[in-house]
């Protein structure tokens, strides 16, 4: 039986693979450069022809719009593209490859994590996972892992700050704020990483408190770090009255999401989460339920036994 087991095991892993392989050769030389990655793209382009950390202008006049906000892929994404560019690479090729290198980093960051939750079996369920998701449909959609988009990116980082967090909570702490300079969209897992720093403090009442102020703050340091790095560079190449109008027009942007005139209702977004699978919606909807739930037992569970029962 196990060695039945293994095998079968070996033969999910090698299918998954070459799902993996197939998919990610299509997104790296075969599906279209599309408008958002060509946008994106003329920041590095730009940086290169010494025009500075600038986008096009396509969405603001069409002139040189040095750190614009509508740019929401971040220099953690955009500066190694720069880096491969600088060695005369196809643009294309080289604007691809960056994204795809995170994408095996989130494969491995799942893989690891699967692996530590439930061991080899829930390593290939998590690997699986991506493969199944799709977010092809709308008007800006992810075509493949090698879009030059910062979602999968910043999924990476986050996941590995997972990987990271029960030990070296710092370091995840970093990763988080590195996911943030990949896609801004990336500050809505600040509150979940707050609470697992709750969940992984020790202690009871106030000692709890206490235990989770002294090892939140390193982390919560770190998140902003690679952020203020960037807004001090935007300061020194934009003066005082630029970098000011670039922080009003950045933080218009994070809260409308470049869509002001786009709103849409939670169930319309719970619809749209429901759709981007490559399963029937209620299989999606289950699947979701029982993460959430899976999650809130986790977390329940962590604090009842981090509480000694009280004396009689």
Do not use: C
Not at 45 to 67: C, E, H, K, V
Not at 189 to 217: D, K, M, N, Y
């Amino acid at each position: 039986m196990t060695r039945t087991r293994t095998i079968l095991f070996w033969v999910a892993a090698a299918a998954l693979l070459i799902g993996h392989v197939v998919v990610a050769w299509h997104s790296l030389v075969v599906w279209r450069f599309w408008e958002d990655e060509a946008f994106n793209l003329t920041v590095p382009r730009n940086l290169l022809d010494g025009l500075g950390y600038s986008s096009d202008g396509a969405l603001s006049g069409s002139t040189i719009t040095p750190f614009d906000p509508r740019i929401s892929t971040g220099p953690v994404v955009l500066l190694p593209v720069a880096a491969l560019l600088a060695t005369g690479m196809d643009p294309v090729l080289a604007a691809r490859l960056v994204p795809l290198a995170f994408w095996v980093a989130l494969l491995a960051g799942l893989a690891l994590l699967g692996r530590r939750i439930g061991g080899r079996g829930a390593a290939l369920l998590a690997v699986a996972v991506p493969l199944a998701f799709t977010a092809s449909a709308g008007v800006s959609p992810i075509q493949g892992p090698a879009d030059l988009l910062g979602e999968i990116p910043a999924a990476a980082l986050i996941v590995w700050a997972l990987v990271v967090l029960p030990r070296r909570a710092w370091l995840a702490g970093l990763l988080v704020g590195l996911a943030v300079q990949a896609k801004l969209i990336a500050i809505l897992a600040l509150p979940a990483f707050a609470v697992a720093l709750w969940v992984l403090s020790g202690g009871t009442g106030w000692a709890r408190v206490r235990e989770t102020l002294r090892r939140s703050w390193p982390p919560l340091l770190l998140v902003a770090v690679p952020t203020l790095l960037v807004e001090i560079a935007a300061l020194l190449s934009l003066g005082v009255s630029g970098f000011i109008e670039h922080v009003r027009a950045l933080v218009s942007f994070v809260r409308s999401g470049g869509q002001g005139d786009a709103a849409t209702t939670v169930l319309q977004k719970l619809g749209t989460l429901a759709d981007s699978w490559s399963l029937p919606a209620v299989l999606a909807v289950v699947g979701a339920v029982l993460a959430v739930s899976l999650t809130v037992f986790g977390i329940v569970r962590r604090w009842r036994t981090a509480t000694p029962p009280s004396a009689s």
